[in-house]
């Protein structure tokens, strides 16, 4: 069983985006990093999780190859933003009704891509 099947499918990877993005709407750090209208990067980031956690490849056929580095180059990710950025997935994360075993997953997989993306 994947996590995307573990978790419920599509409608938690859509929930987890709209927790996460009401996070950045108040993060002094990360807002400024976001384009005024949220909508299409909550729904490009619920596509690219159900992708990458063993859902559809909808994201794919969208957008193409992923490219996280290269997407993310343009922006400022220091240590700062890295962990602004987890600490509003986690707080995305916490407010889903997953087992702790895809908890931990995602966490894992978000500290670790978090970290990959700094560029400064």
Aim: hydrophobic share 45%.
């Amino acid at each position: 069983m994947t996590i995307y099947e573990a978790v419920g499918g599509e409608a938690t990877f859509f929930r987890l985006a709209e927790a996460f993005y009401a996070g950045i709407e108040e993060d002094l750090i990360l807002r400024p990093l976001y384009p005024e209208d949220l909508a299409p990067s909550k729904q490009h980031l619920a596509l690219f999780l159900i992708q990458y956690f063993g859902g559809p490849n909808t994201y794919l056929r969208e957008r193409g190859h992923p490219r996280l580095r290269m997407r993310h180059l343009p922006f400022p990710i220091d240590q700062a933003a890295r962990d602004a950025w987890v600490r509003n997935m986690e707080s995305a994360v916490s407010t889903l009704n997953v087992p702790d075993a895809a908890r931990q997953e995602f966490m894992s997989y978000f500290e670790n891509a978090a970290t990959f993306l700094m560029n400064r």
